[in-house]
């Protein structure tokens, strides 16, 4: 019996450590995934990429990379420090970015790992993908740097469009006047030359002038002499002119 009780104690034993043991092989360090990082960004730094460019066996992909590589170097100039490295883990896969300060910028190292292959064999066997950036903020990858500039842009484009729309609010007050005085000067023109249509303009009377008319002034002479008998001397009545009355 004390034998059974001694093999069993001998199994549960076997059996924590070994749960104890798979436990601690699956739990990965973020500083063993940030010093995988900084070492390839020293071993990044350090290589010629143009001298690979030659190279005919090479696939078009990597020529590529290498190329693109190059440049960037030669646009960034002399390696100056690491600023600092940023390691996230989502759906399996590990993500650490890398930020230094070049003479002329920021590069933005990004290394992506396998988690399961870092939890079970380290950082330096999980590695999936390397690529290297410009980077515009330390600490910041060029999507973000980029997102944060659409963000200002469009707040800059709406508050623009809010300051217009309030101006021509503003005039809108005016618009009543305007109109007014438009009214005003269509109802009284500032024309001399105006004329009112409503004003009846009387048509001149002719004067017909009968003084030449000799027969017909002295008939109406003698009637006019002949009615006033007695109260016109000879001589002081005189028909200078005669007006038809209409």
Known sequence: MKKFLSKLVMVVLI???????????YAYDDADVISVNEQYLDSWNSTDFSQYLQDAAMSEESLTQFTNWQALKDQLGTFS????????????VITAITTATFENGKLAFTITYDTATVESSGAMAGILSL????????????NMAKAGMNILMGMGIV???????????SLMKYIPKMLENSS???????????VDKNVVISAPVKEENLVNDCELVAVITAAI??????????????????????
């Open 81 to 92: 420090a690491i600023d600092q490295t940023v390691v996230n883990e989502a759906d399996g």
């Open 15 to 25: 059996l924590t450590l070994s749960i104890g043991i798979s436990s601690v092989a």
């Open 131 to 142: 690529d290297a950036a410009s980077a515009t903020t330390s600490g910041g990858s060029p």
């Open 184 to 194: 005003n000067s269509k109802e009284l023109p500032s024309d001399d030359n105006y």
């Open 159 to 169: 508050f623009t469009v809010l300051i217009l729309i309030s101006f021509v609010i």
């Open 225 to 246: 002499m002949a009615t006033e008998a007695g109260n016109v001397t000879p001589g002081g009545f005189v028909v200078r002119s005669i007006r038809r009355r209409r």
